[in-house]
């Protein structure tokens, strides 16, 4: 899909300039990551730019399946409405989703596309992107240290970053 398309996407689904201009950013990084890693680019920075469409909806965890449900609604293929569900930091596991009133599922990223997209949104700050250090200090502030997600994070990042 052409940039251009994807943004049209978010626009008529009703995301405000902000988030576009977040996903603009997000998709450049995640497009870097994909050729150092050989990923699928296209699928990469489609699922970049429109990961968060479900923002038009609301800005809770659970924009990542609000944004599933509009991306199958629009007919787009699975591998994006996956990337698009599995978005949120470095995935949730079923237990945890349940803990945050999610429909028991597991959300974590398997695919390396799935990877990338979401760990390129973890290192953009709005339009700005930001280091791992930065990434982890605040998730223990919001969490707290022993937080299984902040281990994840680390492990994503080693992933992604070796
Ligand atoms: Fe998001």
Same mark, same amino acid.
């Given at each position: 899909?052409?940039?251009? /398309? ?10 405000? &300039? #902000?988030? %576009?201009?977040?996903? =603009?950013?997000?998709? @450049? ?43 199958? /609604? ?10 698009? &569900? #599995?978005? %949120?930091?470095?995935? =949730?596991?079923?237990? @945890? ?56 994070? #680390? ?8």
């Amino acid at each position: 899909m052409k940039k251009e /398309d994807a943004v049209n996407l978010l626009r008529r689904a009703g995301c405000s &300039e #902000r988030v %576009i201009d977040h996903c =603009i950013a997000v998709a @450049e990084l995640a497009g870097e990551l994909a050729k150092r890693h050989n990923a699928d680019y296209d699928l990469v920075t489609t699922a970049a730019l429109l990961h968060d469409i479900g923002r038009a909806k609301t800005h809770g965890v659970d924009h990542a399946m609000a944004g599933a449900e509009i991306a199958r /609604d629009l007919d787009l293929d699975e591998k994006i409405v996956r990337i698009i &569900e #599995r978005h %949120i930091g470095a995935g =949730i596991p079923a237990d @945890e989703a349940q803990k945050l009133g999610l429909p028991n599922k597991d959300y974590v990223p398997k695919t390396l596309e799935e990877k990338i997209v979401a760990h390129a949104d973890n290192l953009v700050m709005g339009t700005k992107k930001v280091s791992i250090d930065e990434v982890l200090k605040n998730m223990q502030k919001i969490l707290g240290k022993q937080h299984p997600a902040i281990q994840r994070m #680390r492990e994503l990042h080693a992933e992604l970053y070796q």
